[in-house]
C-alpha cells in the first residue's frame, strides 16, 4: 500500500528544527514506502493541493499529521467522484474531537501501530453550503457564540502553546467571551424540510460526532456512521451561567437541561438577518446570514484502533 503523510508543522507541538527531522525518520522507519510532504497555510503545499496530488499520483493511504481541520482541508483537496484514499489520522492540533471519537490518542506510537493494523472502517461526511461556495467537514459545523469562542482560541493557541497550556484554549477562550457583551441572534433553523425553529440562540452546533471544541460532549447521541448529522441548539444563557453550563457540557450532562434541544437531520438550514459567526472544524470562516448542511453517507474510509 503506498502511503502519503501530510503533516501540518504548525499543529499542536510545531515541529521544528529537529523535531521535523525526527517526525521523518521515524514515519520512514516504521512505515513502510511513505513519503513525508509538509503543509504551507495556502498554494501548492496547502492541505488541499497535497490531497489532490496524492489522489491523481494513486496513493492508497493518506496519513494526516494534524488537527481536525487539518483533516478536513485534506478531505476538502479529494475528489469524491473517483477513488478516494482510505484516511489516517496522526492527532496533533488543538482540538482532535473527530480524532479522539475514532479512537484515537495523542501518541505518535500508537498512531503508527493503528496505521499497521490497518482496520478500515466507513464515516460519514458533513456539506455546508454558503456565500456560493461549499465545503466538506469531518466533525463539525456550528454558529454563535462557540465559533465565536473557537475563533478566540485560535487567537490565544500561540501564546497558550508556549506555557503547555494549548489543549486548554477552549476552555480558556470560554471563560474569556464571558466578560464580553452576549449576542444572541434571531434565527430560523429548517430541518429535514419539515420542522422549522425560531428564535433567539446561543449557538447552534452541528456535529458528525459525539464531541467537538476540544472535548466538549455536545451531542452525545451522534454517530458518524449511522448517516445522520446531529444538532444542539442552546437558548440565550445569562452570563453568570455561563462557566456552569460550559462544566455541564464538559461532561455530556447538559441534555437534562431545558436551555438546550437536540435534534438530528439529513438537511438543515439555517437562516438569520443577523450575519452570524461561523465555524468548520475548528477553521474560521466569515459571519454568514445563511448556511446549508447536509450529510454524504459513509463517504470515507478511516483507519481505527
Given at each position: 500500500m503506498r502511503a502519503i503523510v501530510i503533516a501540518n508543522p504548525e499543529s499542536g507541538k510545531p515541529l521544528i528544527g529537529r523535531k521535523?527531522?525526527?517526525?521523518?525518520?521515524?514515519?520512514?522507519?516504521?512505515?513502510?514506502?511513505a513519503?513525508?510532504?509538509?503543509?504551507?497555510?495556502?498554494?501548492?503545499?496547502?492541505?488541499?493541493?497535497?490531497?489532490?496530488?496524492a489522489q491523481k499520483e494513486g496513493f492508497h493511504l493518506i496519513i494526516v499529521r494534524g488537527g481536525d481541520g487539518t483533516?478536513?482541508?485534506?478531505?476538502?483537496?479529494?475528489?469524491?467522484?473517483?477513488k478516494v484514499p482510505v484516511l489516517?489520522?496522526?492527532?496533533?492540533?488543538?482540538?482532535?474531537?473527530?480524532?479522539?471519537?475514532?479512537?484515537?490518542?495523542?501518541?505518535?506510537?500508537q498512531n503508527i501501530e493503528v496505521i499497521k493494523q490497518r482496520k478500515v472502517i466507513s464515516v460519514d461526511l458533513g456539506v455546508v453550503r454558503f456565500?456560493?461556495?461549499e465545503r466538506r467537514f469531518v466533525n463539525t459545523v456550528s454558529?454563535?457564540?462557540?465559533?465565536?469562542?473557537?475563533?478566540?482560541?485560535?487567537?490565544?493557541?500561540?501564546?497558550?502553546?508556549?506555557?503547555?497550556?494549548?489543549r486548554f484554549?477552549?476552555?480558556?477562550?470560554?471563560?474569556e467571551r464571558m466578560l464580553h457583551r452576549l449576542n444572541f441572534p434571531e434565527v430560523v433553523i429548517e430541518i429535514d424540510g419539515k420542522k422549522k425553529v425560531r428564535g433567539p440562540i446561543s449557538l447552534a452546533a452541528i456535529t458528525n460526532s459525539y464531541r467537538y471544541g476540544g472535548g466538549f460532549k455536545i451531542n452525545l447521541s451522534a454517530r458518524f456512521d449511522d448517516g445522520i448529522l446531529n444538532l444542539c441548539i442552546a437558548q440565550p444563557i445569562r452570563r453568570i451561567l455561563i462557566p456552569y453550563f460550559i462544566l455541564k457540557m464538559k461532561q455530556g450532562t447538559h441534555s437534562t437541561s431545558s436551555v438546550f434541544s437536540f435534534y438530528s437531520f439529513q438537511k438543515l438550514i439555517i437562516r438569520s438577518e443577523t450575519a452570524l459567526p461561523f465555524q468548520i472544524d475548528g477553521e474560521r470562516y466569515p459571519s454568514q446570514n445563511c448556511i446549508e448542511v447536509s450529510v454524504l453517507p459513509k463517504a470515507l474510509k478511516v483507519l481505527v484502533p
Open positions: 521535523k527531522w525526527r517526525f521523518c525518520s521515524i514515519i520512514e522507519k516504521e512505515i513502510f514506502n513519503w513525508t510532504l509538509f503543509t504551507d497555510p495556502e498554494g501548492e503545499r496547502s492541505p488541499e493541493s497535497l490531497a489532490s496530488f483533516a478536513s482541508r485534506v478531505v476538502n483537496g479529494l475528489d469524491f467522484s473517483k489516517a489520522i496522526i492527532p496533533a492540533g488543538t482540538g482532535n474531537d473527530f480524532a479522539y471519537a475514532l479512537g484515537l490518542r495523542y501518541s505518535l506510537s456565500s456560493n461556495q454558529v454563535g457564540i462557540d465559533a465565536e469562542i473557537n475563533n478566540m482560541a485560535h487567537r490565544l493557541a500561540p501564546q497558550l502553546r508556549k506555557v503547555g497550556m494549548f484554549a477552549y476552555v480558556i477562550a470560554a471563560l
